[in-house]
């Protein structure tokens, strides 16, 4: 069974940074894209960045693009979310998900096209 375990969130001040983690107990590189979301209270789930299989490729939303950054340790099967210049609006519940499908088919933003969830780490900012 594919699982994929968060860690790293908390409570800091705005300007703050963090760096998430996500493991997966499965070869990760050239097998799964990766990708990462955000769930505030009351709020639908929204797509924050995805990783391709081969790990040469970000994409990010419109309003992390700059201040989060995604990268990949093969070795360690985990995927990175650092968060820069943290806003009070990035608090949330933060899922890693994991995909067998195509990156290129244009979907990763939507996370009915991922296959499996980590089960989220919490991260506060308070202004």
């Known amino acids: 069974q594919v699982q994929l375990v968060e860690s790293g969130g908390g409570s800091v001040q705005a300007g703050s940074s963090l760096r998430l983690s996500c493991t997966i107990n499965?070869?990760?590189?050239?097998?799964?894209?990766m990708g990462w979301f955000r769930q505030a209270p009351g709020k639908e789930r929204e797509f924050v960045g995805a990783?391709?299989?081969?790990?040469?490729?970000?994409d990010y939303a419109d309003s992390v693009q700059g201040r989060f950054t995604i990268s990949a340790d093969n070795a360690k099967n985990t995927v990175y979310l650092q968060m820069n210049s943290l806003k009070a609006e990035d608090s949330a519940v933060y899922f890693c998900?994991?995909?067998?499908?195509?990156?290129?088919?244009?979907?990763?933003?939507?996370?009915?096209?991922?296959?499996?969830w980590g089960q989220g780490t919490q991260v506060t900012v308070s202004s």
């Open positions: 998900a994991a995909s067998t499908k195509s990156y290129y088919d244009g979907r990763s933003s939507d996370s009915a096209w991922y296959d499996y």
């Open positions: 499965r070869r990760m590189v050239n097998t799964y894209a």
């Open positions: 990783l391709n299989r081969a790990g040469g490729r970000t």
